[in-house]
């Protein structure tokens, strides 16, 4: 199993920044897809950006230009630093990682973005 810990969320002002931090559980190397996902009440959940293994990162048009993806090895994280935050990118984040057997998420990560 695929143990998923983030950490980093809370308040933050319109405009304001926020990183996102996700610990895995095992070799960073061995996860095909890692990424971060965010649920609003009454809603699915979407995804906000990922990236795979050789990299490659994608980012939904929402927040696009504001958000990067990024991962460290050495450390076995996948982190998300949000800039330029809107009330609309309120909602429960979540980690995900994916390798050739399965699907985890972490627990989720409140992030409220209001003044």
């Given at each position: 199993?695929?143990?998923?810990?983030?950490?980093?969320?809370?308040?933050?002002?319109?405009?304001?920044?926020?990183?996102?931090?996700?610990?895995?559980?095992?070799?960073?190397?061995?996860?095909?897809?890692?990424?971060?996902?965010?649920?609003?009440?009454?809603?699915?959940?979407?995804?906000?950006?990922?990236?795979?293994?050789?990299?490659?990162?994608?980012?939904?048009?929402?927040?696009?230009?504001?958000?990067?993806?990024?991962?460290?090895?050495?450390?076995?994280?996948?982190?998300?630093q949000?800039?330029?935050?809107?009330?609309?990118?309120?909602?429960?984040?979540?980690?995900?990682?994916?390798?050739?057997?399965s699907?985890?998420?972490?627990?989720?990560?409140?992030?409220?973005v209001?003044?």
């Amino acid at each position: 199993q695929v143990q998923l810990v983030e950490s980093g969320g809370g308040l933050v002002e319109p405009g304001g920044s926020l990183r996102l931090s996700c610990v895995v559980s095992r070799d960073l190397r061995g996860i095909r897809v890692l990424g971060w996902y965010r649920q609003v009440p009454g809603k699915q959940r979407d995804l906000v950006a990922d990236i795979t293994g050789g990299g490659s990162a994608n980012y939904a048009d929402s927040v696009k230009g504001r958000y990067t993806i990024s991962r460290n090895i050495r450390s076995n994280t996948v982190d998300l630093q949000m800039n330029t935050l809107k009330p609309e990118d309120t909602a429960v984040y979540y980690c995900y990682a994916r390798n050739f057997v399965s699907e985890y998420w972490g627990q989720g990560t409140q992030v409220t973005v209001s003044s």
